[in-house]
């Protein structure tokens, strides 16, 4: 086999090991939505900072107040949401393969003293 041939050979096994990977990783994950805003106007939260514990997946909601991971490992997930001047809040889901768990925030202002 010519060097040339190896490294097609090799690229080609590469690809199908991403491909199988990431076939795998689909159908061992789920997705995860809502939306956050705040309890007492009910105004929605834009750039609300939602993170799962234990994972590197971390986004910012919209305008409208939504945040999205449409790939999240399947099993029990614990999601944090922060948003400056507001106490933050955390939540226990479970998401399951290939399905879209859903969970909305409604951020109360801390109690004046």
């Given at each position: ?6 490294f097609?050979?090799?690229l080609r096994t590469g690809?199908f090991?991403a491909?199988l ?15 956050v ?9 834009e ?9 590197a ?9 939504q ?12 999601v944090?949401?922060?948003f400056?001047?507001?106490?933050g809040e955390?939540a226990?889901l479970?998401v399951?393969a ?15 003293k």
């Open positions: 086999m010519t060097p040339t041939n190896l097609r050979g090799a690809a090991i491909a990977a990431a076939t795998c990783l689909a159908q061992n994950s789920g997705s995860l939505a809502g939306r805003s705040r309890a007492d106007t009910g105004e929605f939260l750039k609300a900072r939602v993170t799962i514990e234990g994972t997946l971390e986004t910012l909601t919209d305008a409208l107040g945040y999205a991971f449409p790939a999240v490992p399947a099993g029990p997930a614990r944090k949401v922060f400056t001047g507001l106490p955390t226990a479970a399951a290939s399905q879209t768990a859903t969970h909305d925030f409604a951020l109360a202002p801390a109690a004046a």
